[in-house]
């Protein structure tokens, strides 16, 4: 399907509210005047020219650049901050892709030193934008993700709705169509609740490139219609043009010639007041292709001649390289062949420069093959005829192979939607479950609040019987003492009864721990003095070779016994430190220093004992946390052993394995801090296989480990556990999803 160019356009997230364009611009020229201080006036400059770019790019261009002066001679920041977004806006849609990145960058690094998130996003915006408009669509989508997690953190809907707009232009030049249709709803949505019809009308452009690109011109039509209309409401002349010059596209496409000229000279008209030579020239050749279509050939061969003036000044390729093709095109139509080679062999020598073929290009070398054949150069016209067919062939290869791409998004798409609908209608029963379980409640009290009318007006009217409720009730209330002290009794016995089935639990698990390295000491030392006495016997009989194997074997036995003496050492040791009462006192204490030191204790330790283990490491400190009154070794302790287990389970898989085959597995830990109102969150998190729900319970409870046998004394949780409630009054809490990893958090109070 022939498209012709089409223009996408990305959202921009400005500061200001529109009105429509000259009248905002005369009321902010009022402001600027009476701006009683240097900051207000340089800001509501930049105002201005936010609204202006739209209007003259090169006017823009001019006052924001003497705007950035005057803000750094004042050292107004966050004004330089603004300016240089606005600035690189600017430079973006003029092509000029390097400087734009370069304030970009500058921009960024003053946003940070500020701390100022709305700022922050915006240079994500403008990264993501610059990106988009150089055909970067995956750098572009990474900043739009982390754009948008951000505002949806901050539950920022005014700007959200412009980024899932500029999100979906990334899933449209991917040929995801399902899910650049899923965002341009998402945005439409949100763009309509905020009545932001600024905003609509750049997304209603991009809206009708994709249903155009879906075949489906209908709403296509519609779309370009509805963003033209407010394009032009609000005086957005950019907006305006873009939609005329692919509305002028469309109608080419359906073979409406007179359509397509006119709305193309309307962009061309505009391109002109805007000073766009490029998108004029553009606009003028579509123009042109429409006349020759209509035989109204001089008309055609004149327009097309002024394109080309235009386009070679604009000097940009494509535009060059269409303005050509279209003349040469015209000229074959008036059947001067021999003048139509020349502009059409420049044509193709422009387009061999970018690198680009499509079914256009193809056409191109099938036009210039029919010059050659017209005029006796049989051997040339062969050549261009078999780079056209391969061209086609490749063409129609690659929309096959889109067409199949597409449909399987689709089936993926529906299928996630069927999914989320499903899950949708779950949560819907469990609502309506809420709502009358909520129901029944309030009618129970009612009947509840009913029966104590009736019962007062009982008491009420059985007043001289009021001795003998008050006597009633007497002997109640000694029951209920009596009641009172049997549960309190009971309840003792209870917590005597648990701890007793603790300590029970904690004897079997120490001798169990123990007796296992004991046995291997006391079998391989039986061993060993056996041994000893059969090398006496081989010494007594000469054989000393035999006698060297017997000592090699006594000399592995006593390692052996060794390893497992240390075994022992260590569950002893572990069991000490697991009992002991800190004597330590809290002291004033870094947490983010802490903590990443003891990452990074944990992750060269492992590296040194096991050179192939690798991870990722990812940190994301609270740098307001200050210092906190804690016991740094303790606590240090605990973060080393969450860390280290961490490590154990990251580059575990799933019970069954991965479900992709092809799945490549990144073991991944991430250590974060982050202060709240009432505690101090420390948490470490893994992409391990998680831990099953049937011993969720069990983690914290001593010699339980989930390790092969001889890796874990199961100490370690249970100790830190210990450590954080007892040493520091806090929680050790433990999220998991099976399959996907785990986190730890340390919940420290914020004192």
Request: include cysteine.
């Amino acid at each position: 399907m022939k498209t012709g160019s089409l223009i996408l356009l990305f959202l921009c997230l400005c500061t200001s509210k529109v009105l429509a364009q000259t009248r905002y611009l005369d009321s902010l020229d009022v402001l600027i005047r009476e701006a009683k201080t240097d900051t207000s006036r340089i800001s509501l400059i930049n105002i201005k020219t936010e609204r202006l770019r739209d209007i003259n790019l090169d006017s823009a261009l001019a006052i924001t650049k003497e705007n950035l002066k005057a803000a750094k001679s004042l050292n107004f920041t966050r004004g330089e901050v603004d300016i240089l977004l606005n600035l690189a806006n600017i430079q973006t849609n003029k092509g000029d892709y390097k400087t734009a990145e370069k304030l970009l960058s500058n921009a960024d690094s003053l946003a940070k030193i500020l701390k100022n998130e709305n700022q922050i996003t915006r240079v994500y915006s403008g990264l993501g934008i610059l990106y988009g408009t150089q055909g970067k669509y995956d750098s572009a989508n990474i900043y739009f993700k982390k754009l948008i997690a951000i505002q949806e953190k901050i539950g920022d809907s005014s700007l959200l709705g412009k980024s899932y707009g500029n999100l979906a232009i990334g899933y449209q030049m991917q040929s995801d169509y399902p899910q650049t249709l899923f965002y341009q709803q998402k945005s439409l949505r949100i763009l309509e609740a905020m009545k932001d019809e600024v905003s609509q009308s750049t997304l209603f452009m991009n809206i009708g490139i994709t249903y155009q690109i879906l075949q489906d011109t209908l709403k296509s039509e519609q779309s370009f219609l509805k963003g033209i209309r407010l394009a032009n409401k609000y005086e957005r002349k950019n907006v305006a043009l873009y939609g005329y010059s692919n509305l002028a596209g469309l109608y080419s496409t359906q073979y409406k010639w007179t359509e397509s000229y006119n709305y193309a000279m309307l962009a061309a008209k505009l391109a002109k007041e805007m000073g766009d030579e490029s998108i004029e020239a553009a606009s003028m050749t579509k123009a042109a292709k429409a006349l020759m279509n209509l035989d109204r050939f001089d008309e055609a061969d004149d327009l097309a001649t002024t394109a080309i003036a235009l386009a070679e000044k604009a000097a940009q390729p494509r535009v060059i390289y269409q303005v050509y093709s279209t003349y040469g095109e015209i000229l074959i139509r008036k059947e001067r062949y021999r003048e139509a080679i020349l502009p059409l062999e420049k044509s193709i020598k422009i387009i061999k420069g970018i690198d680009a073929y499509d079914e256009n290009i193809a056409e191109t070398y099938a036009n210039l093959s029919l010059c050659y054949e017209k005029t006796g150069k049989y051997e040339l016209a062969l050549m261009n005829f078999k780079i056209s067919a391969k061209i086609t062939d490749s063409v129609r290869a690659s929309e096959n192979i889109r067409k199949a791409t597409e449909l399987s998004m689709t089936y993926d798409f529906e299928k996630k939607e069927a999914l989320a609908k499903a899950e949708q209608d779950k949560k819907d029963a469990q609502t309506l479950r809420a709502k009358r379980r909520q129901l029944y409640l309030i009618l129970g009290l009612g009947v509840l609040l009913l029966c104590g009318v009736i019962i007062a007006l009982i008491l009420y009217k059985n007043n001289k019987q009021k001795q003998k409720a008050n006597l009633l009730l007497k002997r109640q209330k000694l029951k209920v003492e009596k009641t009172l002290k049997t549960l309190k009794t009971t309840q003792t016995q209870l917590i005597q009864s648990e701890k007793m089935a603790s300590l029970g639990e904690l004897t079997a698990g120490i001798a169990h721990e123990i007796q296992n390295p004991l046995n291997f000491v006391n079998n391989f030392s039986e061993i060993s003095n056996e041994l000893i006495d059969e090398m006496s016997a081989e010494i007594e009989k000469g054989d000393l070779e035999e006698a060297k194997f017997i000592i090699a074997d006594i000399k592995s036995n006593l390692e052996k016994i060794n390893h497992h003496g240390k075994r022992a050492d260590a569950i002893v040791k572990g069991m000490l430190q697991h009992s002991r009462t800190s004597s330590v006192e809290k002291e004033p204490t870094n947490i983010n220093k802490l903590a990443d030191e003891y990452l990074r204790l944990a992750y060269h330790g492992l590296r040194a004992k096991d050179k192939d283990f690798n991870a990722t490491l990812e940190t994301d400190y609270d740098d307001s946390i200050g210092m906190i009154s804690v016991i740094p070794q303790d606590l240090g302790r605990v973060i080393l052993n969450l860390i280290t287990n961490a490590f154990y389970a990251a580059p575990l898989p799933p019970e069954g394995g991965f479900k992709d085959p092809n799945y490549i597995h990144n073991p991944t830990i991430w250590l974060s801090t982050k202060r709240t109102k009432e505690s101090i969150l420390i948490s470490v998190r893994d992409n391990g296989p998680g831990i099953p729900k049937e011993v969720l319970d069990k983690i914290f409870q001593p010699f339980f480990t989930t390790k092969p046998t001889g890796q874990g004394t199961g100490l370690g949780l249970s100790m830190s556990y210990d450590i954080v409630t007892k040493g520091h009054g806090g929680e050790l809490k433990v999220e998991t999803e099976e399959g996907e990893g785990t986190t730890f958090t340390i919940e420290l109070p914020n004192k």
